[in-house]
Nanobody, 122 residues
Framework: QVQLVESGGGLVQAGGSLRLSCAAS????????MGWFRQAPGKEREFVAV???????YYADSVKGRFTISRDNAKNTVYLQMNSLKPEDTAVYYC????????????????WGQGTQVTVAS
């Protein structure tokens, strides 16, 4: 069992930056690919970024060049650095752990956090 707790969300002006953190419980954090997803009001949850167990990263086209995902296995934490934020980035951001893949499909993820709200004001 892995428990995930996100933090770092908040209100920011367009063009600003935020850094999200996701702290994981347990001793097997390094065995999981870690992903970030987001869900805006009235929309489906969508893939944002993922980092594999070997720290290979993939991004949604909408965030490529602006967001950076990273992990610190010693701290059992994954981060999402978000720069040049836009109002359309407003959403609840979720981190998730995948024991098998490092993919974009949320159905392959085993564990989810409760989410953290990011609001970007124009």
């Amino acid at each position: 069992q892995v428990q995930l707790v996100e933090s770092g969300g908040g209100l920011v002006q367009a063009g600003g930056s935020l850094r999200l953190s996701c702290a994981a419980s347990g001793r097997t954090f390094s065995r999981y690919a870690m992903g970030w997803f987001r869900q805006a009001p009235g929309k489906e949850r969508e893939f944002v970024a993922v980092i594999s167990r070997t720290s290979t990263t993939y991004y949604a086209d909408s965030v490529k060049g602006r967001f950076t995902i990273s992990r610190d296995n010693a701290k059992n934490t994954v981060y999402l650095q978000m720069n040049s934020l836009k109002p359309e980035d407003t959403a609840v951001y979720y981190c998730a752990a995948d024991s098998s893949l490092a993919g974009r499909d949320m159905r392959t993820y085993d564990y989810w956090g409760q989410g953290t709200q990011v609001t970007v004001a124009s």
